[in-house]
């Protein structure tokens, strides 16, 4: 059974840093790209970072690219998310998703597998 379980949400002040965590399980992780989104309340969900399998090599939105870094770890089948100058419009709900496409990676629908989320609050 295919698993991704988030971890490392929570209440954080603006100018502050968290970590995700991203645990699989039930398919072989080594193999598939893997990546962040993100989804605040009344909005659509956006890319936040990829990192493709092979040669780990990474992709950032925008607005993060900079403060974010995403990282993986094949042998602890675990992709993390490490969030640093955190500001107030970085609040949301964020979810890991694996994908076995080559390409797209920034749209959800290249995704087969998702996690059920953790919430990072950034605070004033």
């Known amino acids: 059974q295919v698993q991704l379980v988030e971890s490392g949400g929570g209440l954080v002040q603006a100018g502050g840093s968290l970590r995700l965590s991203c645990a699989a399980s039930?398919?072989?992780?080594?193999?598939?790209?893997m990546a962040w989104f993100r989804q605040a309340p009344g909005k659509e969900r956006d890319f936040v970072a990829a990192?493709?399998?092979?040669?780990?090599?990474?992709r950032y939105a925008d607005s993060v690219k900079g403060r974010f870094t995403i990282s993986r770890d094949n042998a602890k089948t675990t992709v993390y998310l490490q969030m640093d100058s955190l500001k107030l419009e970085d609040t949301a709900a964020y979810s890991c998703?694996?994908?076995?496409?080559?390409?797209?990676?920034?749209?959800?629908?290249?995704?087969?597998?998702w996690g059920q989320g953790t919430q990072v609050t950034v605070s004033s």
């Open positions: 990192i493709t399998w092979g040669d780990s090599s990474t």
């Open positions: 039930g398919f072989s992780f080594s193999n598939y790209t």
């Open positions: 998703a694996a994908s076995t496409l080559p390409r797209g990676l920034r749209l959800p629908a290249a995704y087969n597998y």
